[in-house]
């Protein structure tokens, strides 16, 4: 029975492993059929991409080109000309007519003082400068003489008659000198008494004195026709003296205005209407802004090589998409032993006010000389912002090439590659992401 037993339960495991490789073997045939169908299909995938279409691209050359060398450094821009305005007199302010950040050409009015003082003075001063006019006119009357006529001695009405006087006196003289040589003569001959002859020559010494008296009276007439004269002068020094207490007034009535030392903006004016100010208080604080003053830092190395009429290149921050332009004006010929650099100083055209004193500028110095750089089309380079980089596809024969570039400057619609292309290779420049390595195109 036991045997019996025994012999069912063998031939019931034989069943149940026969059962169980069966099955198995049925699970693995699907599992290879599966892996199989897998496989045609895959192969059928890969066949269908690679005959798939080429990628529709447009290309365009790289370039070879000149480019200038640059000196990198930074700097601030400064006002070309900083003025703190001040009164050249002292008053009280009556009027402001420009505030803070106005623009002012020169010669404009920036404050006024109250000129009341010195407007009366000028009245004074203009008054006494008539006075003077006056005096000089009659002192010219005295000798006959036209306003603003010059002086002749022998033109004085006075002068004129002393020596008539002078001359009638000397006629006379040479009348009784031939009387007493006459009789003289006579005297000698017998002819004529000798108390006759003591006549005339006594007439002959009266006619001597005359002349001597008329020559003194004509020296005389001269000289207070000089001392007239002199009057006049001094009349006209009291006029010229007048003239300038005039002018003075005048300036003390300009100094009243505080004008502007020439065209600039207000970045200062800490007065107001009421203070009052003298010489030494500022009025306000121009500041020239065309051209603006670039100061930059340059390495001692690179000193050497700057020159002015070198021509800069800037950027600020407040203008990120634009480039202004300047030239080198001075060059610092110290270098500061803490820094180990030089300052140079540009001229920066401002004509629109773009730039203000006081931004931070980067800036290039062209050099002389350079080097030859590759450029290609902006849209031939693409960024992978997952690895950072920058790609070009490079076609050959019909084939991209992938290639990992550097780039340099953007110049346009350009940009320089510093590596990774070469001239005269032909670049992809459109449906960049679709490309890839070795994939076919078509132009």
């Known amino acids: 029975m036991f045997s019996s037993f025994l012999s069912r339960s063998v031939h019931a495991s034989v069943l149940a492993v026969a059962l ?3 099955g198995c073997g049925k699970s693995e045939s699907k599992a290879d059929a599966k892996e199989n169908e897998k ?3 895959g192969g059928a995938a890969e066949s269908k991409r690679d005959e798939s279409a080429p990628v529709a691209i447009t290309t365009a050359t790289a370039i070879a080109r000149e480019v200038p060398s640059y000196i990198q450094t930074t700097g601030s821009l400064i006002a070309d000309e900083t003025s703190d305005v001040a009164s050249q007199a002292s008053g009280q302010v009556v009027a402001t007519p420009v505030g803070v950040g106005a623009f002012v050409r020169q010669g404009d009015v920036i404050a006024r003082l109250n000129d009341r003082d010195a407007r009366l003075r000028l009245r004074q001063a203009q008054s006494a400068v008539s006075q003077a006019v006056a005096g000089v006119r009659q002192a010219e009357a005295r000798l006959g003489l036209k306003p603003g006529g010059n002086f002749d001695a022998v033109s004085i009405p006075e002068v004129r008659a002393a020596g008539s006087g002078l001359e009638q006196a000397q006629a006379e003289l040479r009348l009784a000198e031939a009387n007493e040589k006459r009789y003289r003569e006579l005297v000698e001959t017998g002819d004529v008494a000798l108390a006759v002859y003591e006549q005339y020559r006594t007439q002959r010494d009266t006619a001597r004195a005359r002349v001597n008296a008329a020559r003194q ?3 005389a007439s001269v000289n207070t026709a000089r001392q007239s004269n002199q009057a006049v002068q001094t009349a006209e020094a009291g006029v010229e003296s007048a003239r300038a207490q005039v002018a003075i007034a005048q300036k003390a009535v300009a100094d009243a205005v505080i004008r502007a030392p020439y065209a600039g903006f207000v970045s200062n004016r800490p007065i107001a209407v009421g203070e009052y100010v003298t010489p030494s208080s500022i009025a306000a604080t121009v500041l ?17 090589f700057i020159t002015p009429g070198m021509g800069v290149s800037l950027e600020v921050d407040a203008h990120r998409e634009r480039k202004f332009a300047g030239r080198v004006t001075a060059v610092n010929p110290a270098i500061d032993p803490v820094s180990r650099a030089a300052t140079v100083e540009a001229a920066v055209e401002n004509g629109d006010n773009a730039l203000r004193s006081g931004m931070f500028a980067a800036a290039r110095i062209v050099r002389q000389g350079g080097s030859r750089a590759v450029y290609v089309p902006r849209a031939a380079v693409l960024s992978d912002q997952n690895t950072l980089s920058y790609r070009v596809f490079v076609i050959k024969d019909g084939t991209a090439r992938l290639r990992i570039v550097q780039i340099g400057t953007e110049e346009g619609d350009t940009l320089q590659i510093l590596s990774g292309v070469e001239a005269d290779e032909v670049v992809a420049t459109s449906n960049l992401p679709q490309l890839y390595e070795g994939a076919r195109v078509a132009q």
């Open 39 to 41: 496989g045609r299909g």
């Open 288 to 304: 020239r802004t065309n051209p603006l003053k670039l100061q930059l830092q340059v390495a001692e190395a690179e000193v050497p």
């Open 20 to 22: 169980l490789g069966a």
């Open 217 to 219: 009276q004509l020296e």
